[in-house]
């Protein structure tokens, strides 16, 4: 049995900050789960699909974000329980629906995650997602610990079947990949299927529907806002003339920081866990005790903004400060050196340079040591085929997010344009308008499905001219090895699933030239791109091996691996050329990692003298295996 279907309340168990999210919706009784994976939030994802095939819980990974907020929504509309998990970049793609979303609202409880993620551990961005809140109208709750993370979800549908709207559980990766101690609480027993009673004036979203709607929503919020006040998730510790006011994982720091300066009796903190909307009436008698106040967010100034607005209409005079240059960035997440430092500055005139932060990812004193493409990857031997056949032309690559972005850095150096998840597309049809190159755009097999697809039914529509090289993997790779549609779910042991072959979505979309490569086969490979390369208009070459560790976690037999024979003249095209990680030098000398290496061979048709050698041929005296 999966461990957080375990019903024993009052035990306790080590949890991840995910698993203890999930563990909080299953306590609640929910009954449709729906996600798109995105890192930090991927192990929420993972759990509800291992739980869905040992209990009732219906979980899909759907195409996209847009897509899971829309069954989701549905679902809660029948008066069922229903989670939808994201991370903030898909926040983005599944706004058109969430905003209208807010308007027609729910019955059962639909709670919204979204996983921020301050210094882009993952992602393309750290925007902070805390403005959807304020753009929807929706209520929002912030946990600062694992333990109230699984709390905060609990309760968070009570909240929206309380208020019949969306409540976002915002989080941050540093609660989405902590882990704790989580006390198990009972769960509630989930109501799978529902009821609908049609009612057009509610649900169907016309102008004359919206305009009532809308009221609908501001009185919704006003409600909200009430429950704000009272919310446990809103309290106050400490006494004295400072204030500190926080939310999320920053109330960690700020505790610490607080107890370390001694600075209890002198400063009072405000931890804001239901962040929107806010509880004016309870920060504004928290401002009231105070003669200066520090706002400590990560992010941008949204708790700062609205609590500075709470001061003007009370007429409050104290100092209230948080970003500023002398205090707290809008870049990258806190740590509690930082945090410590500033509030030493702030409330005791301390120096803020006595006491440096731990370093940043790629500033600690180590050795670099840049992501790359995994051993035996096949998007290696895809670009390097690419690379070959593009010889001789100017090229632009746009590319889209996945595993592949990877190969932007040396020795490949195959990406320069990327926006966001499905644009290799669409961008590529803008280069193919205004430059006189040739466009080779790359994305993924889970890219296609999720957003890519559009850009290239745009492309045939309008006649653009560019190659589009789908890398077709076999699974969601980037974010832990999730189905996506074209998946053979069979292999993982699954039925009941459909599978979509991209070739044949190709087909039907009207592209005038598509071919399938097995990138692993170079030669082939690289005449095949060449004659997409040279077609003019809009073509497709969909390069499908399965992913290497894919590959293994399915027990697909390994081939075996290779090493360097004595014919090798040390020339480096194998490493100068794939940059595979399964390459070392030993004593000025190319030697390959056995226990590393896959035995693609995509490397041994790269060497001019042919010396690199499968291990199951003889080796010849002298040779360093």
Known sequence: MHKLLTDEP?????????EAIARGAIEAGVAITAAYPGTPSSEISLNFFQMSQESDLYFEYSVNEKVSLEVTAA???????AMCVMKHVGMNVAADALVTLAYVGVRGGLVILV????????SQNEQDSRYYAKLAGLPMLEPSSVAEAKEMTRQAFDLSEQLQEPVILRTTTRVNHSTDVVELG??????TRGTFSRNPMRYVTIPAVSRQLHVRLLDNLDKAMAVAEQSPFNFSEGSGPGGIICNGVSYNYVADAVQDLNLDGQVKILRLGFTHPLPEQLIKDFLGGCDKVLIVEEGEPVLEEGIKALAQEAKMTMTISGKDQALFSRLYEFDPALVREKIAFYFMGADTTATSSPARPGQAGLPPRPPTLCAGCSHRAAFHAVKKAAEGLDVIYPTDIGCYTLGMLPPLGMADFLICMGSSTGTAAGFSRTLDKKVIAFCGDSTFFHSAMAGLVNAVFNRHNFTLVILDNGTTAMTGHQPNPGVDMEKLGLSGYGRIDIAEVVKALGVPHMAVIEPYKLKKSIATLKEAFAFEGVSVVIARELCALYAKSLKIPAMKPFYVSDRCRNHKDCIDQLGCPAFFIKDGRVAIDPDRCTGCAVCAQVCPENAILPIKIKASPGDKI
């Open 10 to 18: 009052g035990k306790k168990m080590l949890l991840l900050g995910n």
């Open 75 to 81: 679902a809660a509309n029948t008066g069922v329980r």
């Open 115 to 122: 996983a921020d993620d301050p210094f882009m551990f993952s």
């Open 186 to 191: 009972p769960i509630s027993k989930a109501e």
